[in-house]
């Protein structure tokens, strides 16, 4: 079946069987690698993506499902320069990340959740669910938290950071 996904602001025409994931899709057939596959049940949180600027778990979704829809990953995060994402930076700084292998979900999720609401620093709760949609088996979660907390600050009152594609 012919789709055709905006994937990180690039359009791409795809032939995919009906039954495949996204998460495969974007791994197998455009090599966008950032996007982690683990329990494959859509609990662990490693396979999230943006799809029209809202989290969702591409382990659980159909590449058809997404035809005409705009999709970014943790490929797409950065400016348009190569600029890292305040998340990024606020990961690297607050030290919430060890192996890294749920880093790519939480920073999506992360991201949408800032991109929803840019006043998330004033809203622990609402961090704390973004930390809680995810598993880290490494950091124990509060530097995870720290790190949304310190880009939701940074972020605050910046009107002209890359709000994706």
Not at 21 to 35: E, I, N, Q
Not at 88 to 94: H, M, V
Not at 118 to 146: F, K, M, N, Q
């Amino acid at each position: 079946m012919k789709i055709t996904l905006n994937v990180n602001g690039a359009e791409h025409t795809l032939d995919v069987e009906p039954r495949r994931l996204l998460a495969d899709v974007l791994r197998d057939d455009l090599a966008l690698t950032g996007t982690h596959l683990g329990c494959e049940h859509g609990i662990c949180g490693a396979c999230s993506v943006l799809m029209d600027g809202r989290p969702i778990r591409s382990c659980l979704v159909l590449a058809v499902q997404c035809d005409g829809n705009s999709v970014r990953t943790v490929e797409g995060l950065a400016g348009p320069d190569g600029e890292p994402h305040p998340l990024q930076c606020a990961f690297s700084a607050e030290h919430a990340l060890q192996c890294g292998f749920c880093t790519p979900g939480f920073l999506m999720t992360a991201a949408g959740a800032l991109e929803a609401d840019p006043g998330l620093a004033d809203h622990p709760e609402a961090i704390a669910g973004v930390v809680g949609s995810g598993i880290c088996r490494c950091t124990g979660y509060e530097p995870i938290r720290r790190a949304i907390a310190r880009a939701a600050r940074d972020q605050k009152g910046t009107t002209a950071w890359h709000r994706g594609v």
